[in-house]
Every structure is written in C-alpha cells, then in structure tokens.
Nanobody, 117 residues
C-alpha cells in the first residue's frame, strides 16, 4: 500500500534547477491539511536529514545549506508538497523523500537527485 509517491528527480549539472513533487494518495484532506510536511534527503553513507519544512499555516523552515536555494510549498486540495531546488550543488546529490514532520508515515521510494558535471 503506497502512502507517498515522490517524483521529479533527475541528473542535472551544478547550477541547474529541479522541482520535486510528492503526493499522499491515502490521506484524506482533513488529515493532510493540519500536518506539518517536509522534504528529507539521504546521501550515500549518511543519515536521512530534514531539509525543508512547511507547516499548516505555510510557515517554512530550511536546513542551513539549502536556505535561499530551495523553496517548499504545498497544495492541500491536491494533498501534494513541492520542493523547488535552484542553484543545485554536487552536495545536494541524494535520494529525496517526503513525509510528515515528524515522520509518521511509511517512507516512500524517494526520488534520486544527482548533481554532477
């Protein structure tokens, strides 16, 4: 049973942009809307970390290394969360996941982002 589906990753060069999307097909609107949602990433050999968060009132917070480059947004009616990533760097290479904050849903498969020249 799929709880979350992430998409939008790919291979890009440094300085380029990507827009990630995720959706929660099994969550109903009344459950999704009040939840804080976040994008996490896990690079090879590292722990999974939260990089962007958006609360129910649309207040956002970012991990220091992505501030000014990443923008998180949400569409409650579609039960979707987005991550606009600009000025990508090789150190942004990771598998990106979407989940509640704190994470309460089973993890999805994630979407691979590779930044390389």
């Amino acid at each position: 049973q799929v709880h979350v589906v992430e998409s939008g990753g790919g291979l890009v060069q440094p300085g380029e942009s990507l827009r990630l999307s995720c959706k929660f097909p099994r969550m109903i609107f009344s459950v999704f809307a009040p939840e804080s949602m976040g994008w996490y990433r896990q690079a090879p050999g590292k722990e999974r970390e939260l990089v962007a968060r958006i609360d129910t009132n649309r207040m956002t917070d970012y991990e220091e290394s992505v501030k000014g480059r990443f923008t998180v947004s949400r569409d409650n009616s579609q039960k979707k969360v987005y991550l606009q990533m600009n000025s990508l760097k090789p150190e942004d290479t990771a598998v990106y996941y979407c989940n509640t904050v704190p994470n309460k849903k089973p993890w999805g498969q994630g979407t691979q982002v590779t930044v390389s020249s």
